[in-house]
């Protein structure tokens, strides 16, 4: 996913949502 504002996110909020939506994948190719 890229986020229109992702240039602008400190690097710990973009490693965050980097792992939250790798977390969240799996939960939504399931469904």
Known sequence: LVYPKQRFMPPKL????DLA???LKPLFSTQ
Do not use: K, L, P, S
């Open 21 to 23: 939506v790798a977390e």
């Open 14 to 17: 973009r490693g965050f949502i």
